[in-house]
């Protein structure tokens, strides 16, 4: 009667030999849900393999894959946002800026640097959605305003990677005035010659759709990345319609003449080159 008894152990490693894959090591893909190596995903452009959905990442993804041998030098890293407001919701805005710099490493929803893109000299201000969804606050608009001065008086092309959910709310008419702000100063750094490319990602939404992330000389985006005002939803309730079929994707954006072309991340850095060469000759 052997053959239903079980005569020899089959799994004979205790759960304290057991060993745990670590973080990290993989990842998921949020459009087709296979499972990605981070490794393989890193050399791909943290572009999925299968489907070639963009997943969302930061700045520091952003500086690997566009700066060479991912050198730059960080421009403004010490600017901190206030709390004009005291503003207070179910926590002080002051203890969810720390909460956020604790778990995200940033010191604000943007950074900026400076560096060479094949070989050519590029000035990048990025914005990163993992710090309080990437809103547009008063350290955001500084940073953009610091780096198209440096940009200004350096004669070195503006990079604007865009990605946010729009104004910050706990900042109130302060986040607001930044979309003045920055259109002020990217209207001086026109008068200077001086290229400006905004490159807008996912999700690129309100105030920040409203003012810079439109004004570039040339705005790129990446497939499938949400880009419009405010969202689907709110816009179905007001004007009680259903809306089109990929409305407020890139797509969708660029047949209706908002951009001038979508961009794969992993020909981003030769189509950036390649339009920055041609301007400075």
């Given amino acids: 009667m052997a053959w239903f008894k079980r005569e020899n152990k089959g799994i004979i490693t205790t759960t304290e030999e057991k ?3 670590p973080d990290g090591l993989w990842n998921k893909c949020p459009n087709c849900k296979k499972p990605l190596h981070q490794a393989e995903l890193q050399e791909n452009k943290y572009v999925c393999h299968y489907c070639d959905y963009h997943l969302r990442v930061g700045s520091k993804e952003y500086f ?3 700066f060479d041998n991912n050198q730059f030098k960080e421009l403004f890293p010490n600017l901190t946002s206030g709390d004009p407001l005291n503003f207070n919701d179910n926590k002080p805005y002051t203890d969810r800026i720390k909460e956020s710099q604790a778990k995200t490493g940033l010191k ?3 950074r900026a640097a400076v560096g060479k893109i094949e070989g050519q000299d590029l000035v990048i201000a990025c914005m990163d959605f993992a710090f309080i969804g990437g809103s547009m606050g008063s350290v955001v608009g500084e940073k953009i305003a610091r780096s ?3 940009s200004i008086k350096h004669k070195v ?4 990677i865009s990605k946010s959910g729009g104004a910050r709310m706990m900042e109130a008419a302060f986040s607001l005035m930044q979309m003045a702000k920055t259109s002020a100063k990217l209207a001086l750094l026109a008068q200077a010659k001086v290229p ?3 490159l807008l990602t996912d999700p690129t939404t309100g105030g920040v759709t409203a003012s810079y ?3 570039g000389d040339i705005n790129i985006a990446e497939p499938g990345a ?3 005002f405010a969202g689907p939803r709110v816009i179905k309730e007001t004007i009680k319609k259903d809306l089109p079929k990929g409305f407020q994707t890139a797509e969708f954006v660029l047949e209706h003449g908002f951009l001038d072309f979508i961009v794969d991340r992993r020909a981003m850095k030769a189509k950036l080159g390649a339009f920055i060469k041609m301007m400075n000759n």
Avoid: T
């Fill in 19 to 21: 060993k745990e894959a």
């Fill in 64 to 66: 690997e894959v566009l």
């Fill in 108 to 110: 604000d929803a943007i």
């Fill in 148 to 150: 198209i001065d440096y």
């Fill in 157 to 160: 092309p503006f990079l604007m």
């Fill in 196 to 198: 400006y490319i905004s």
């Fill in 213 to 215: 992330a439109m004004l």
């Fill in 226 to 228: 949400l880009i419009g």
